[in-house]
Nanobody, 132 residues
């Protein structure tokens, strides 16, 4: 039974910080590239950050969050994190974590990307609100 559960969302003031967690069950999270996505009302879901599988340590971020957000994982806890600093109102969205189960099959290598159709496992999302 595969499941991803996000936690850590909430409401913060601009400039504040949050750390989101995503814990997997029913599979080994480190076996796949993992991504964080977000969706604001009336907007399309967009990729935020991703991290490669196993020990490769490759990460990728959308331009708007570079230098502010950091993705990491703890394999012992089967958990991936998104540390969000210097939050802005435009970061307000529902944040989802997901596992890219298709990349290795397609032979794309040891990196990660935001091809959403390749992510087969998705969490339920956690709300992040940045407001004064």
């Amino acid at each position: 039974q595969v499941q991803l559960v996000e936690s850590g969302g909430g409401t913060v003031q601009p400039g504040g910080s949050l750390r989101l967690s995503c814990t997997g069950s029913g599979f080994t999270l480190d076996s796949y590239p993992m991504g964080w996505f977000r969706q604001a009302p009336g907007k399309e879901r967009e990729g935020v950050a991703c991290i490669s599988y196993s020990h490769y340590g490759s990460t990728h971020y959308t331009a708007s969050v570079k230098s502010r957000f950091t993705i990491s994982k703890d394999n012992a806890k089967n958990t991936v994190y998104l540390q969000m600093n210097s939050l802005k109102p435009e970061d307000t969205a529902v944040y989802f974590c997901a596992a890219d189960t298709q990349r290795l099959m397609k032979g794309y290598g040891s990196g990660c990307e935001f091809q959403q159709d390749d992510y087969d496992y998705w969490g339920q999302g956690t709300q992040v609100t940045v407001s004064s």
